[in-house]
């Protein structure tokens, strides 16, 4: 499906040796596309595509230092980036988190098929961390998804003290900007922003957020309420 060697070039340029799992990512990218004409995972279909939006992409997540233990990757829709850095790294925890019934079917069929070992969360993650996953995980990360500021508020009710929320965007400057009173009030204070360009010129930007204390029980609230009024 993906053209293996390219990949692996590709991916070496970054300083990332996939010779380990490079032909599992192949076998992800064919049940990828196979399962996409059933149900809507993916508008990116093409092997390059694939390789570069997708797999590069998460790849790149996966390689930074802080990435190990428990991670739980939030709305992850066809499990980008938490099966790739279970792939890149095995021995990380990963419990992947989606409220949408049929990707997680296509999730629960992808690590069967992958070998990958994985725990399904059903759930939006507002309400994961009102329940058994509050501040249960070393990482939390999310890809896209939502705006920063209602992002943070997802995802830093389920890290632990001491772990990270790890938000992958592309510009996010003036996001960045407007979530520096969320994570104080969840509990996060903002590390650093670590950037990467794609090799067709795309920007994509890792923000890393420390989670440095325990998250108020008034967080989160409800769905509604994040999307409509973000915390500031």
């Given amino acids: ?3 293996r060697e ?12 996939i ?14 596309t196979e399962y996409n004409q059933k149900v809507n995972l993916t508008a ?16 790149l997540f996966a ?9 739980a990757d939030v709305g992850t829709g066809a499990g980008f980036p938490g099966v790739v850095a279970k792939l890149y790294k095995p021995g990380i925890k990963l419990t992947l988190m989606e409220p949408t019934g049929k990707r997680v079917d296509f999730l629960r069929y992808l690590c069967k098929e992958l070998g990958v070992e994985a725990v399904f969360v059903k759930e939006r993650a507002e309400e994961a961390a009102r329940k058994q996953w509050r ?13 920063l500021n209602k992002l943070s508020e ?19 400057e003036e996001e960045l900007a407007a979530a520096q009173g969320a994570f ?49």
């Fill in 6 to 17: 390219r990949l692996t070039k590709t991916a070496a340029g970054y300083g990332l040796d």
């Fill in 1 to 3: 499906m993906i053209d």
């Fill in 63 to 71: 390689a930074q230092p802080e990435v190990t233990g428990s991670l």
């Fill in 184 to 232: 104080v009030k969840l509990g996060g204070e903002y590390f650093e922003t670590r950037r990467q360009t794609l090799p067709d010129g795309s920007a994509r930007s890792l923000v890393l957020v420390k989670k440095i204390s325990r998250t108020s029980t008034v967080y989160p609230r409800n769905g509604g309420k994040i999307a409509k009024a973000p915390l500031k």
């Fill in 135 to 147: 501040e249960a995980f070393d990482v939390a990360c999310a890809r896209g998804v939502a705006a």
């Fill in 154 to 172: 997802y995802c830093l009710p389920l890290v632990k003290p001491g772990g990270l929320f790890i938000a992958m965007k592309a510009n996010v």
């Fill in 44 to 59: 990116i279909t093409d092997p390059l595509g694939i390789e570069e939006k997708h797999f590069l992409d998460s790849l």
């Fill in 19 to 32: 010779a380990h799992c490079v032909d599992a990512l192949d076998r992800y990218a064919e049940i990828l």
